[in-house]
């Protein structure tokens, strides 16, 4: 998706993962049936991606607000490419520093070939010092860790059966890994909003994830990273995202929150027009629901009155 071209949409999986910050209360008695029939309204409705978090394993003293409740992303996007033809698929985002690189070029390369090359690879830092520690990796050097495990994974993931890099923390070389990603190059979307994420997403990302930004902190954000880019003599281009408002397409007759956008369709797609014109190229959009089926509804209403306006 290269700059300049038509905005599009996608969307994180719903009952993947149940934080208390954006999980609806049906979310809590879903499941693969659910996310199924999801995923296939997706593919069926204009979605670009569908995507999926990544954590190992929840705190105690996190569980009240974060759930413990967080499929396995390569599990997850695995047995939806099996239920689509189309979207394509994202971690968003994968903490691959709490894995080697091998291990997980190795379960995302699969995923790749089994979808017929639908992978995108979002990538962040982490958040969670427990996870870490419990995996005997250095929650202080996450970054470091992966800058590292970016460029690894960059070499893994490449045309090569037997690939090669050699760095500070990992070094392997004369070690095949088959089948190979059916794409010729894996896109690897860099998450995160803080000035390191955004350098990080600047310097080694096919596109940036920006974690949480409002709108009117995205165009100093995307200026940056461009700048960045400049700089650094970076000249292909990169895809920006952005995470929109909650959404709800018609008049809801319930409470969605004062910040969800709802209405007209022409009217949020007027609304939502506004990131394209910041220089965004995908929106990540999340619909108010009280079901799967008002969900799924949603979607379609989004797919086919909304999107065909976004442009």
């Given at each position: 998706?290269?700059q300049?071209?038509?905005?599009?949409?996608?969307?994180?999986?719903?009952?993947?993962?149940?934080?208390?910050?954006?999980?609806?209360?049906?979310?809590?008695?879903?499941?693969?049936?659910?996310?199924?029939?999801?995923?296939?309204?997706?593919?069926?409705?204009?979605?670009?991606?569908?995507?999926?978090?990544?954590?190992?394993?929840?705190?105690?003293?996190?569980?009240?607000?974060?759930?413990?409740?967080?499929?396995d992303?390569?599990?997850?996007?695995?047995?939806?490419?099996?239920?689509?033809?189309?979207?394509?698929?994202?971690?968003?985002?994968?903490?691959?520093?709490?894995?080697?690189?091998?291990?997980?070029?190795?379960?995302?390369?699969?995923?790749?070939?089994?979808?017929?090359?639908?992978?995108?690879?979002?990538?962040?830092?982490?958040?969670?010092?427990?996870?870490?520690?419990?995996?005997?990796?250095?929650?202080?050097?996450?970054?470091a860790?992966?800058?590292?495990?970016?460029?690894?994974?960059?070499?893994?993931?490449?045309?090569?059966?037997?690939?090669?890099?050699?760095?500070?923390?990992?070094?392997?070389?004369?070690l095949?890994?088959?089948?190979?990603?059916?794409?010729?190059?894996?896109?690897?979307?860099?998450?995160?909003?803080?000035?390191?994420?955004?350098?990080?997403?600047a310097?080694?990302?096919?596109?940036?994830?920006?974690?949480?930004?409002?709108?009117?902190?995205?165009?100093?954000?995307?200026?940056?990273?461009?700048?960045?880019?400049?700089?650094?003599?970076?000249?292909?281009?990169?895809?920006?995202?952005?995470?929109?408002e909650?959404?709800?397409?018609?008049?809801?007759?319930?409470d969605?929150?004062?910040?969800?956008?709802s209405g007209?369709?022409?009217?949020?797609?007027?609304?939502?027009?506004?990131?394209?014109a910041?220089g965004?190229?995908?929106?990540?959009?999340?619909?108010?629901?009280?079901?799967?089926?008002?969900?799924?509804?949603?979607m379609?209403?989004?797919?086919?009155?909304?999107?065909?306006?976004?442009?």
């Amino acid at each position: 998706m290269a700059q300049g071209s038509a905005l599009v949409y996608g969307m994180q999986l719903p009952v993947q993962s149940q934080s208390t910050i954006y999980a609806e209360p049906w979310e809590t008695g879903a499941g693969p049936a659910d996310l199924a029939e999801i995923a296939r309204v997706a593919d069926r409705t204009g979605f670009h991606y569908l995507a999926s978090c990544d954590h190992v394993a929840i705190p105690r003293r996190l569980a009240p607000a974060m759930s413990t409740v967080w499929y396995d992303p390569v599990a997850t996007l695995s047995f939806l490419a099996g239920v689509t033809e189309r979207v394509r698929l994202l971690s968003h985002v994968a903490v691959v520093g709490l894995r080697h690189p091998l291990v997980t070029a190795k379960q995302y390369a699969t995923l790749d070939h089994l979808s017929g090359g639908r992978l995108i690879l979002g990538v962040g830092a982490g958040h969670v010092p427990e996870e870490f520690e419990a995996l005997g990796v250095d929650f202080a050097g996450r970054g470091a860790v992966l800058d590292e495990a970016i460029d690894a994974l960059k070499a893994a993931l490449g045309p090569d059966e037997f690939p090669e890099h050699h760095g500070k923390l990992y070094a392997f070389e004369g070690l095949g890994q088959r089948p190979r990603p059916a794409q010729d190059r894996v896109p690897l979307w860099v998450g995160g909003s803080s000035p390191a994420a955004v350098r990080r997403a600047a310097l080694k990302g096919d596109g940036w994830l920006p974690q949480g930004d409002p709108r009117d902190r995205l165009p100093h954000q995307i200026a940056r990273l461009r700048r960045l880019r400049e700089e650094a003599g970076i000249a292909e281009p990169i895809t920006i995202g952005a995470i929109t408002e909650p959404l709800y397409v018609g008049e809801p007759g319930w409470d969605v929150g004062r910040r969800t956008l709802s209405g007209r369709p022409d009217a949020l797609a007027e609304s939502l027009r506004a990131y394209a014109a910041m220089g965004v190229h995908q929106i990540q959009v999340r619909f108010r629901s009280r079901g799967r089926t008002e969900l799924t509804d949603q979607m379609g209403a989004f797919g086919t009155e909304v999107a065909p306006h976004l442009n």
